[in-house]
C-alpha cells in the first residue's frame, strides 16, 4: 500500500551499527544532572518559561578578532605591545613639549604610517572574516513556527529547542538532534569535510521511538525533554537521554548531527536544537592555535634592547659631559657665549646645571631614537607575506594529481624553515601514500601471494641477493635496459614480457593457488572459506553503485585498510554487495556444486575498532541458525584470545606475521569462534544495559564487555597491506640527511615494520649500526604474566635505563660509524619519565637517525617536546593525520600533508604541502632563501639606522651636546619611512645568494641556517660597528670639507642646514649603495629601488625646498641655492660614498679569499673552472 510522501527504501547505504534500544524508565541517568552535564532542552518549546529561564546562547557566531567598536582599541593595544612602537609613541607623546629637538608633527606622522599601515592589513583580514560571519549567519532553514508549518528562518535566529528541517545537500545549522529522515529506519548520510577535513560519508540514525514523525504536520504536539552533556569540544561523543512520553531514552553519538556538516544522499531530516552558536562542537573547537614566533624575531627584539642600552648610554653620557660643561660656562668667562649663559632658560642655566642635564637626557632620548629603526616590525611582516606567496605559488611544490599546491598559513614562520635541526615525522600516508593494497596473506598456516614489495626491492639491493617471484629471481634491471621500462608515477617495474595486470585500486595478489576459484582444490579450503568470510564480513564498509566498467560494487570506507580487505574479498569470489539495517549479503562460491550462490547473514552486533582494543569484531546469523563472531586486529591482542585447540597454525602464521613485517606490510589476524544461544543472551543482556547507561563512562564499561565475549577464538589466518611510499621519498630524505637534518620518524607499526620502510626510504643505510631498545623480549612478557604491576613497571623502566646507558656506552667505544636508534612504545613510555628523559635524548642526538616504534599520538607530542626543549633547536614535525596534531603543534614548525586522512593535519599546520617529497624544496630552498633573506634584511636595518643615528649623535657633540639636531625635522622623520625603505624590502623578497638548483646541488648549504652564522652576535655586531664608522667617516668628511671655508658666492662660509643637507645627501648614498654591493641578485625592481629611492630624495629636497620659510624652515631652497650650484659637493659626496664603502669592501674581499663561507664558495665555483682543491671539496660549512 502506497500513500503521499512515503519514506525512500534503503538499498545499499544502510549500516548498523548498535541494535536499537528500547525506552525504560529504569534505565541508569545518575550522570545526568550533576557536573559536566546539566543541559536541558525542551524540544519543540523553543519560546516556554522553563527554555527562556536557561539563557542559553545564541546561535549568532562571530569569528571576528574585533567589532566596531573594539577595533581601534584593541588594534592600538596590540600594535604598542612591542617595545619599539611603545618607545615611539613615548617620544611622539614628549614632542609636544619644550623638551623636543624637532617639531611634534614630523615626529608623530611617521609613526602613525607605520601603525596605520598594520592596522590597515589587520582590518582587511579582520573584515574578510566579517563577510563569511554574514554569509553563515544569514542562511536559512526552515524552523517548525508550530501548528505543524516549517518557515525559513535565518541562522542566526534559531533557539535551543527549535525542531528543523534540513534538506538535501544542505548545511546543519547548529547541533542537533536527528529525529526522523526520509529513509524508514531514520538514517541518514552526513558529510563531515568541514569538521574533519573527510570526503567519506557518516552514517547517522535517529531513535526508532521518534523515526514515525514522517510529515510536517506530525510536529505540531512533539514534545520532548532531552538532558545531556554540556557543551563541549568532543567531536566523537555524547552523552545523553531524551524523555519522550514518560520514557527515557538513551543518546549517542550516532543521533547528534553536528553544525558546519552536510547533508547528503538523503532527502531531507528533522531535528531539535542541542547546542547553538559557540555552544556547538565545531565552534568549541576552534580555539586559536598556539602562538609560534620564529628565533629570528626573538633575538630582533634582543637586539632593539641592546640598542635602547645604547641609546641610554649616549644619552647619558652627553648629559653628563653638558652638565660639566653648562656649569663652567660662568666660571671660564663665558666659554659658550653665544647661549647667553648669564641670562639663559633652565635648559643652558649654569647655576642650575645638574636640571639642565637632566633635561638634556631627556631631550637626548628623543634625538637619538633614530638609532631605533621605527619601519622595522612592519617591513619585515611586508616581507614574510611576499614571501609567503612565492611559496605558495612554486610550480614545483605543486601536486597536480591533487590539484594541491603548497600553502603557508601562516608567514611568521618562514625564516625559521631555514633552521631546522630535526625533523619528526609520521610515517603513514606521510611517507606512505595510504593507500592500501592487498598483497599477501596467511591462511592455514600456508603463506599466499607472490607480489614483492618496495622494501623487498631495498633489502634485496641491500643484501645483493635476488628475489624471487614466481618462481624467478627477481633482480633490479638497469633503467635503460630493452628488458624493463619504468613507470614514473609509482617507480613500479612492469616487465615487458609479462602481460600487465589490470590495475584494480586496493588489490594487488596474484597466486593462482587461490585465485579464479581454485582455493577450492586446496588441502584446507574450508579454513580459506572461512578465512574469505571474514574479510568479507567482519567490516564496516558501505556498498555503492555498481560501476559501469568493472561492473564491480564500489565500497565507501572510513578506513583504506578495510576498502582493501573488502575489495580483496569480492576478486577472490566473495563478494559483499548489500547492507541492511539488520543484514549482510554475500555472493560465495560455493566449494561442491561450483556455482555463485547468495548468502544472507543477519547482523546481531558489531563492537567497533578502538584504538586501545585494536581489534574489531562482528556476531551474525548465518543461514543455517550458527551465531558466529567473526574477529580482526592487531597481532599483539589477538594471539592472546585464542583458545587452546584454536592454535593449530600459530606458530606458522607467526612467522609469516614477522616476514611480512620485514617485508614493510601491515598486518592483521583474523579469528572466529562459533557462540552457543546462551552465551550469546547473556552477553547481549550486559551489553544492551551497558549501553543503555548514560555517564562518561559507558564507553569503559561497554569495552568490559566487549573483552569477556571476544575470547576463546579459532586462528584462520593474517592479512597483508602495503602502504607504498611516496614519490621521491627516498631521495627526499638522503638530500636532507645530507644538508645535515637529523630525521626521527614516531609511526605506530611493528618494530620490524618499521625497520625495514627506514631502509627502504634511506632514512637507515648500509653500513649504518643499529642500537635497538625494545621490552617486547620473551623474559620480559614472562614476567609480565606473573610480577605484580607495580613490580613490573620498576623493573622495565630499570630495564630501559640499562638499555640506554649501554647504548650511549656502544657509542662511546666506537671510534667511527654512523649509528641508528630504534624503540619502541612501550619503552618509550618509560624513557619519557623525567629521570630517564634527558639520557634518552643524550643518546638520540648522537644518533643520525632515531625510529620510535608503536608509538601513540600522545608520546609523539611528549617526543616532539622532549627534543624541542632539550636541543634548544629548531623542530619540524610532519604529518598527515588526526593524531598528528598533537605533534605538529608542539613543534616549532608543524607541516600538514593534504593526503587522505582528512584535514585534521593540515587545519592544525603552519604549512601544508601535498607530498613529502616537497619537503627537500621547501627547507632547502626557501628555507634557505628566508633565512638568508630575512638575517640580511635586519641586519641593514640596524646598519642604516646606525648609520644615520651616530651622524646625529656626532654633530650633536661637535656642537657641545647642545641638543641640536643636525638635520631638518622632516629629514629626520622620513629617513626610515621613504629614503630607505624599500630596497631593504626588496632584498627580503628577491635576493639570493645562490639559485634553486646549487641549493638543492649543494644540501650542506642548509647548515648556515641550522648554525645561525648569518645571524650570529659577531655578525650583528659587525654590522653596527659598520654602521657606526661609516658615520663617523661621513660626519669627518663632510665637516672638514666644508667648515671655515667660504662656500657661498658672497664669501660666507656653509651654515649647519648646508652641512646637515650634505651629509644627509651622503648617508642616502653610503646606505644605498652599501644595500648595491652587499645583495647577491640584481633584480630590475631592486636596481629602481634603489637608485630610485637616491632620487626620490633630490626631488623631495627640491620640492620641499621650494615650500615656503614657515614650512621648509632650514630646508628652504638650499638644494636649488647652494647644493645644486656647487660642485664640490658632487665631489665630496662621491668621496664620502667610495670611503665608506671601502673598508666593507675590504672585508668582503679578504673574507673571500682567505675565508669564504660556504655560499661564497658555490658563488665562486660558478666562475672559475676549480681543480680538486676546489673549497667545494671542504665539507665544512
Not at 635497538?772 to 620498576?794: F, Q, R, S, V, Y
Request: with cysteine; net charge neutral; proline share 3%.
Amino acid at each position: 500500500m502506497t500513500r503521499k510522501g512515503r519514506k525512500k527504501r534503503l538499498h545499499f547505504r544502510d549500516i548498523h551499527l548498535f541494535k536499537r534500544e528500547k525506552g525504560s524508565p529504569k534505565d541508569d541517568h545518575s550522570k545526568i544532572g550533576g557536573p559536566g552535564f546539566s543541559r536541558v532542552v525542551y524540544c519543540n518549546e523553543s519560546n516556554s518559561l522553563e527554555a527562556n529561564i536557561k539563557n542559553y546562547a545564541t546561535n549568532y557566531v562571530r569569528t571576528t578578532k574585533y567589532t566596531a567598536a573594539t577595533f581601534l582599541p584593541k588594534s592600538l593595544f596590540e600594535q604598542f605591545r612591542r617595545v619599539a612602537n611603545f618607545y615611539f609613541l613615548v617620544s611622539g607623546s614628549l614632542s609636544f613639549t619644550s623638551l623636543a629637538p624637532y617639531s611634534a608633527v614630523s615626529a608623530i606622522i611617521p609613526l602613525i604610517i607605520v601603525i596605520g599601515v598594520t592596522m590597515v592589513k589587520e582590518g582587511i583580514e579582520d573584515r574578510r572574516r566579517k563577510q563569511q560571519d554574514i554569509e553563515v549567519n544569514n542562511r536559512t532553514v526552515k524552523v517548525h513556527e508550530g501548528g505543524g508549518l516549517f518557515k525559513p528562518t535565518e541562522w542566526r535566529n534559531l533557539k535551543v529547542g527549535d525542531v528543523v528541517k534540513v534538506e538535501k545537500d544542505e548545511f546543519f545549522p547548529a547541533d542537533l538532534l536527528l529525529l526522523s529522515s526520509s529513509y524508514e529506519d531514520a538514517i541518514c548520510y552526513v558529510e563531515t569535510m568541514n569538521l574533519d577535513g573527510e570526503t567519506n560519508l557518516k552514517l547517522k540514525q535517529a531513535l526508532e521511538v521518534t523515526s514515525s514523525l514522517n510529515e510536517d504536520h506530525e510536529f505540531s504536539d512533539f514534545r520532548a525533554v532531552v538532558k545531556c552533556e554540556d557543551p563541549n569540544a568532543s567531536l566523537y561523543s555524547f552523552v545523553g537521554s531524551m524523555e519522550f512520553e514518560n520514557q527515557q531514552y538513551p543518546l549517542s553519538p550516532q543521533q547528534l548531527l553536528l553544525r558546519g556538516s552536510k547533508l547528503r544522499n538523503t532527502g531531507h531530516v528533522y531535528g531539535a536544537v542541542i547546542f547553538t552558536g559557540h555552544d556547538t562542537k565545531v565552534i568549541q573547537n576552534s580555539t586559536s592555535p598556539p602562538s609560534k614566533r620564529s628565533r629570528i624575531e626573538k633575538k630582533m627584539d634582543h637586539i632593539v634592547y641592546f640598542l635602547f642600552g645604547v641609546l641610554f648610554l649616549m644619552a647619558f653620557v652627553g648629559s653628563v659631559y653638558f652638565g660639566v660643561v653648562t656649569k663652567e660656562d660662568l666660571e671660564n668667562g663665558h666659554k659658550r657665549w653665544y647661549l647667553r649663559p648669564d641670562n639663559a632658560s633652565v635648559f643652558f642655566d649654569p647655576t642650575r646645571a645638574p636640571k639642565a642635564a637632566t633635561y638634556h637626557f631627556l631631550t637626548a632620548l628623543l634625538l637619538y631614537s633614530y638609532l631605533i629603526p621605527i619601519s622595522l616590525y612592519v617591513s619585515i611582516e611586508i616581507v614574510k607575506v611576499l614571501q609567503s606567496i612565492f611559496i605558495n605559488q612554486d610550480v614545483y611544490m605543486y601536486y597536480e594529481e591533487a590539484d594541491k599546491p603548497a600553502h603557508a598559513r601562516t608567514s611568521n614562520l618562514n625564516e625559521e624553515l631555514g633552521q631546522v635541526h630535526t625533523v619528526l615525522s609520521d610515517k603513514t600516508g606521510t611517507l606512505t601514500c595510504n593507500l592500501m593494497e592487498f598483497v599477501k596473506c596467511s591462511v592455514a598456516g600456508t603463506a599466499y601471494g607472490h607480489g614483492v614489495t618496495e622494501v623487498e626491492k631495498a633489502l634485496a639491493k641491500r643484501k645483493g641477493a635476488p628475489l624471487t617471484l614466481n618462481g624467478d629471481d627477481y633482480m633490479e634491471i638497469p633503467i635503460h635496459s630493452h628488458n624493463r621500462t619504468v613507470n614514473e608515477e609509482d617507480y613500479t617495474e612492469i616487465r615487458i614480457d609479462r602481460p600487465k595486470k589490470s590495475v584494480i585500486k586496493g588489490f594487488n595478489f596474484d597466486d593462482e593457488r587461490i585465485m579464479n576459484g581454485n582455493w577450492v582444490n586446496e588441502p584446507n579450503s574450508d579454513i580459506i572459506l572461512k578465512f574469505f568470510r571474514v574479510l568479507a564480513i567482519c567490516q564496516m564498509t558501505i556498498p555503492g553503485v555498481v560501476d559501469d566498467n568493472t561492473r564491480n560494487v564500489t565500497y565507501e570506507s572510513e578506513s583504506p585498510d578495510e576498502a582493501a580487505f573488502v575489495v580483496a574479498a569480492r576478486e577472490l569470489g566473495f563478494e559483499f554487495f548489500k547492507r541492511t539495517q539488520t543484514s549482510l549479503s554475500v555472493n560465495e562460491l560455493n566449494p561442491v556444486s561450483g556455482i555463485i550462490v547468495e548468502r544472507l547473514y543477519k547482523l546481531l552486533n558489531v563492537l567497533e575498532f578502538t584504538s586501545s582494543r585494536k581489534r574489531m569484531s562482528v556476531i551474525v546469523r548465518d543461514e543455517e541458525g550458527k551465531i558466529l563472531l567473526l574477529s580482526k586486529g592487531a597481532d599483539s591482542v589477538m594471539f592472546e584470545r585464542l583458545s587452546e585447540n584454536g592454535r593449530e597454525y600459530e606458530e606458522e602464521t607467526r612467522k609469516h606475521v614477522n616476514e611480512y613485517a620485514e617485508a614493510g606490510l601491515r598486518t592483521l589476524i583474523l579469528a572466529y569462534r562459533e557462540l552457543t544461544e546462551e552465551e550469546y543472551k547473556t552477553f547481549e543482556e550486559k551489553f544492551s544495559e551497558v549501553k543503555n547507561s548514560v555517564s562518561a563512562e559507558r564507553g569503559a564499561m561497554i569495552d568490559e564487555v566487549t573483552t569477556n565475549i571476544e575470547k576463546d577464538l579459532i586462528l584462520l589466518g593474517a592479512t597483508a597491506v602495503e602502504d607504498k611510499l611516496q614519490h621521491g621519498v627516498p631521495e627526499c630524505i638522503d638530500k636532507l640527511a645530507q644538508a645535515g637534518i637529523k630525521i626521527w620518524v614516531l609511526t605506530g607499526d611493528k618494530m620490524e615494520t618499521a625497520i625495514n620502510i627506514g631502509y627502504a626510504c634511506s632514512l637507515l643505510r648500509q653500513g649504518m649500526k643499529q642500537i635497538t631498545i625494545t621490552l617486547e623480549t620473551p623474559e620480559i612478557t614472562a614476567l609480565e604474566k606473573i610480577g605484580e604491576k607495580d613490580a613490573i613497571a620498576k623493573v622495565l623502566k630499570q630495564n630501559v635505563l640499562q638499555q640506554i646507558t649501554e647504548g650511549k656506552a656502544q657509542i662511546a667505544a666506537s671510534s667511527s660509524g654512523v649509528f641508528a636508534l630504534i624503540i619502541d612504545g612501550k619503552s618509550l613510555t618509560y624513557a619519557l619519565e623525567d629521570d630517564i628523559k634527558k639520557l634518552f635524548l643524550e643518546l638520540s642526538i648522537i644518533c643520525a637517525s632515531v625510529i620510535c616504534c608503536r608509538s601513540s599520538p600522545k608520546q609523539k607530542a611528549l617526543v616532539t617536546r622532549l627534543v624541542k626543549e632539550g636541543t634548544k633547536k629548531t623542530t619540524l614535525a610532519i604529518g598527515d593525520g588526526a593524531n598528528d596534531v598533537g605533534m605538529l603543534q608542539e613543534a616549532d614548525i608543524g607541516i600538514g600533508i593534504s593526503g587522505a586522512e582528512g584535514m585534521q593535519a593540515v587545519m592544525a599546520s603552519d604549512i601544508a604541502i601535498a607530498q613529502f617529497r616537497f619537503l627537500e624544496r621547501l627547507l632547502l630552498v626557501h628555507g634557505h632563501w628566508c633565512y638568508r633573506r630575512i638575517s640580511s634584511m635586519i641586519c641593514y636595518f640596524f646598519y642604516k639606522n646606525v648609520t644615520f643615528g651616530f651622524t646625529v649623535f656626532l654633530y650633536e657633540a661637535y656642537a657641545s651636546f647642545s641638543a641640536q639636531p643636525a638635520y631638518n625635522d622632516w629629514f629626520l622623520s622620513l629617513y626610515n619611512v621613504f629614503f630607505t625603505s624599500l630596497p631593504v624590502i626588496a632584498l627580503g623578497v628577491f635576493d639570493q645568494d645562490v639559485s634553486a638548483r646549487f641549493c638543492l646541488k649543494f644540501p650542506l648549504l642548509y647548515q648556515e641556517g641550522v648554525q645561525n652564522i648569518l645571524f650570529s652576535w659577531s655578525r650583528i655586531i659587525g654590522w653596527i660597528f659598520n654602521g657606526v664608522c661609516s658615520a663617523i667617516i661621513i660626519f669627518y668628511f663632510c665637516t672638514e670639507a666644508l667648515s671655515l671655508q667660504s662656500f657661498k658666492n658672497n664669501g660666507k662660509i656653509a651654515e649647519y642646514q648646508i652641512l646637515g643637507a650634505t651629509m644627509y645627501t651622503c648617508v642616502v648614498w653610503v646606505v644605498n649603495c652599501q644595500m648595491a654591493i652587499s645583495i647577491d641578485y640584481f633584480t630590475l625592481i631592486q636596481h629602481i629601488f634603489i637608485w630610485g629611492e637616491i632620487a626620490i630624495w633630490y626631488i623631495f629636497l627640491l620640492v620641499y625646498g621650494a615650500m615656503p620659510l614657515s614650512f621648509s624652515t632650514t630646508a628652504y631652497k638650499v638644494f636649488v641655492e647652494s647644493l645644486a650650484s656647487t660642485p664640490s659637493v658632487y665631489i665630496l659626496t662621491l668621496l664620502v660614498v667610495i670611503s665608506a664603502l671601502l673598508p666593507y669592501y675590504v672585508y668582503k674581499a679578504i673574507q673571500m679569499r682567505f675565508l669564504p663561507m660556504y655560499h661564497a664558495r658555490i658563488q665562486w665555483s660558478r666562475y672559475e673552472s676549480l681543480d680538486g682543491t676546489s673549497p667545494l671539496h671542504d665539507t665544512r660549512p
